[in-house]
């Protein structure tokens, strides 16, 4: 399902982080990895060094962990030249890291991370770098909503990020609390939660078990965003790996958009999985 990784590289350390999941993504998936830096039309030459060098110590990286690349340095709108790449090449996924001002603004639709996951025929995985010292990690936490798309590419993916860095999977599921007219809220034990286990959340436990997947698993009521950063942060689990959300921009006005708020409140490092295969 990923024979060909592309890891998008620019003058940010943050860049440099992300491609470092992706060749430890791509060692296991025996997959082979574009490390690519577009060089946009006024980026200083000082800036542009620092993103050649990044390229160079990320293919020594590839060679030591035995992993194929090839290195792509270029020139133009990184959108269109990255996009041109993943047609010709055949690209399965690409890594791209969020920069500070995709934090910052209010509606992420609106950022250039987010015009890489609408804008490429491929799937997109985008990398908030919180802690430069934990790319390693023990523990993942996986948030699921209740309705899922691409369910086989999601556990997939989720597989192989664990198995990269021989991690603990942790399911996590914030249900809408029940309530009963007069009575007030419900509270449900969570062998009561299970047994109402949305069907997609199901499908997807079913696919990590046919790859032989340990996984732990909390099915709480909550409110998605906060609860999902409340959780990372009180297990100090080491990353996220969620997945882009479909709400437009007049239903996160309305609504909220609870991935929005986990990229700007996350106390880990942060995977955004936009599938397409």
């Known amino acids: 399902m990923f024979k060909k990784i592309l890891a998008a590289v620019n003058e940010h350390l943050n860049s440099e982080i992300s491609a470092r999941y992706a060749l430890q993504f791509a ?46 340095l270029e020139t133009g709108d990184p959108l269109k030249q990255i996009k041109k790449i993943v047609t010709s090449e055949g690209i ?16 992420f639709a609106h950022t250039t991370a987010r015009q890489f996951s609408l804008g490429l025929p491929c799937s997109v995985a985008l990398v ?27 556990a997939y993916f989720t597989t192989l990020m664990a198995g990269a860095f021989d991690a603990g999977i942790h399911l996590f599921h914030a249900a809408k609390p029940m309530t009963r007219f007069f ?46 950063t409340v959780e990372a942060a009180a297990k100090k689990h080491d ?4 997945g882009a959300s479909e709400r437009g921009l007049l239903s996160s006005l309305l609504r909220g958009n609870p991935v929005e708020q986990v990229l700007r ?3 880990c490092n942060l995977i955004i999985l936009k599938p397409r295969q």
């Not at 830096?37 to 990286?61: D, N, T, W, Y």
């Not at 079913?206 to 998605?224: C, D, F, S």
């Not at 990353?239 to 969620?242: F, P, Q, R, S, T």
């Open 27 to 72: 060692k296991k998936a025996n997959a082979r990895i574009y490390l690519c830096s577009i060089a946009s039309i006024g980026l200083s030459s000082k800036a542009f060094q620092a993103a050649e060098e990044a390229v160079r110590r990320l293919s020594l990286r590839a060679e030591e962990l035995g992993v194929k690349s090839d290195c792509v």
């Open 92 to 107: 399965d996924i690409v890594f791209a890291s969020t920069r500070r001002e995709d934090v910052k603004k209010r509606f």
């Open 128 to 154: 908030r770098v919180v802690h430069l010292g934990r790319v390693h990690p023990k523990t993942i936490l996986v948030p699921l909503r209740a309705r899922l798309d691409h369910i086989a590419e999601r």
């Open 183 to 228: 009575h007030g809220e419900i509270h449900l034990t969570p062998v009561e939660w299970e047994a109402r286990l949305p069907a997609d959340i199901a499908l997807f436990i079913e696919y990590l078990n046919r790859y032989n997947v340990a996984h732990e698993k909390t099915l709480i009521p909550g409110i998605a965003g906060r609860t999902i």
């Open 239 to 242: 990353l996220i790996i969620m």
């Open 265 to 267: 409140e996350t106390p």
